[in-house]
């Protein structure tokens, strides 16, 4: 099983700075990685997929970058709606996993 | 524009079959460019995938539940069922059901979720 690990686990900024999330991967999933965006009651929301295509309604202030083993989230300019939990996610094998989360807060 | 929405009991009692449903709205099931699946998300935890189907009813489980779950396809009601034998209070979970988005046939992503349902694993 390949395992995602997320870093930092919370990260506390104020609205207009940048955020970057990392996740890194156990081993190698090609480009084969996508990013969501959860909000407490809510499900996830896809944000980022293949790495770093956007989903489709997702605002350009969303970036991700990376292959391989690391990847990373960026926000460009928080707006208050962007605070969240953040989840990456690999599909490279056939049993697909997911990070524990990254908690973005004011 | 698609929709998922996942019922069944929202109490489970141990060693009992947890008996999930989604409906899917908006959008056919027939379809091969996608598979169902089956995600889970204990309260204050992380999210767990559990598995999926495809238009065929060919199934994927996660190895580590494998033995207990089991994902079927009604493509005539578009809708698609999970059930987990023997459960014990760690399956208390918010429950969601997803879309998945495939290349090549490969399961990806998942683009559209359910609004998930949570349950509830006690006496």
């Known amino acids: 099983e390949i395992v995602l690990t997320q870093s930092p686990g919370t990260l506390s900024l104020s609205p207009g700075e940048r955020a970057t999330l990392s996740c890194r991967a156990s081993?190698?999933?090609?480009?084969?990685l996508a990013w969501y965006q959860q909000k407490p009651g809510q499900a996830p929301r896809l944000l980022i997929y293949?790495?770093?295509s956007r989903a489709s309604g997702i605002p350009d202030r969303y970036s991700g970058s990376g292959s391989g083993t690391d990847f990373t989230l960026t926000i460009s300019r928080l707006e208050p709606e962007d605070f969240a939990v953040y989840y990456c996610?690999?599909?490279?094998?056939?049993?697909?996993?997911f990070g524990q989360g990254t908690k973005l807060e004011i | 524009q698609l929709q998922l929405q996942e019922s069944g009991p929202g109490l489970v009692k141990p060693s009992q079959t947890l008996s999930l449903t989604c409906g899917v709205s908006?959008?056919?099931?027939?379809?091969?460019?996608?598979?169902w699946s089956w995600i889970r998300q204990p309260p204050g935890k992380g999210l767990e995938w559990i598995g999926y189907?495809?238009?065929?009813?060919?199934?994927y489980y996660n190895p580590s539940i494998k033995s207990r779950v089991t994902i079927s396809v009604a493509r005539s009601k578009n809708q698609f069922s999970l059930k987990l034998t023997s459960v014990t209070a760690a399956d208390t979970a918010v429950y969601y059901c997803?879309?998945?988005?495939?290349?090549?046939?490969?399961?990806?992503?998942?683009?559209?979720w359910g609004r998930g349902t949570l349950v509830t694993v006690s006496s």
């Open positions: 081993q190698s999933v090609s480009s084969n």
């Open positions: 908006g959008g056919s099931m027939s379809s091969g460019a996608y598979f």
């Open positions: 997803a879309r998945t988005f495939t290349t090549f046939g490969v399961a990806t992503y998942f683009d559209y």
């Open positions: 189907t495809d238009h065929s009813g060919s199934t």
């Open positions: 293949d790495a770093s």
């Open positions: 996610h690999q599909y490279g094998t056939s049993s697909c996993s």
